[in-house]
């Protein structure tokens, strides 16, 4: 079962996409199985993070900006700079999370949530969701 989901983000955008994908499970009836959530740009990522305070997704993409700052001296020119930076962050970060699903809803702590990170926008982005029943 697979379903896909827009988005609008902003430049160093952090989206909480849990609950649509909680729902989807939920609503899918698979008691036991694999979640597999997927987003094919190369200038984005995925990530497990808390959710309780919201800035703390602040301090990780500032972070993350940190260790891979935007800088003209990228060999990839491509675009713009903030291209290429956003190229090594989603290579770095990942572009997908595979999840359990155990009675009906998915493995996640209690303060763990999923989250589509931007690296470079605004722009509008797809993710998808498969979800894979256990036989």
């Known amino acids: 079962m697979l379903k896909s989901f827009n988005i609008e983000t902003q430049q160093n955008s952090v989206i909480n996409l849990t609950t649509d994908i909680k729902k989807f499970v939920e609503e899918s009836g698979i008691k036991s199985g694999l979640c597999v959530v997927f987003t094919p740009h190369t200038t984005a990522g995925l990530t497990i993070t808390s959710f309780w305070d919201p800035l703390g997704f602040e301090d990780l993409q500032d972070e993350i900006n940190r260790i ?68």
Do not use: C, M, N, W
């Open 68 to 135: 891979i700052p935007t800088r003209i001296d990228f060999k990839h020119q491509h675009d713009t700079p903030t291209d290429a930076a956003g190229h090594i962050k989603s290579s770095l970060i990942g572009v997908s999370i595979p999840l359990i699903i155990e009675d009906g809803k998915l493995l996640l702590g209690g303060s763990q949530g999923l989250f589509f990170l931007e690296f470079d926008g605004p722009r509008k982005r797809k993710y998808y969701v498969k979800l894979i029943k256990e036989e």
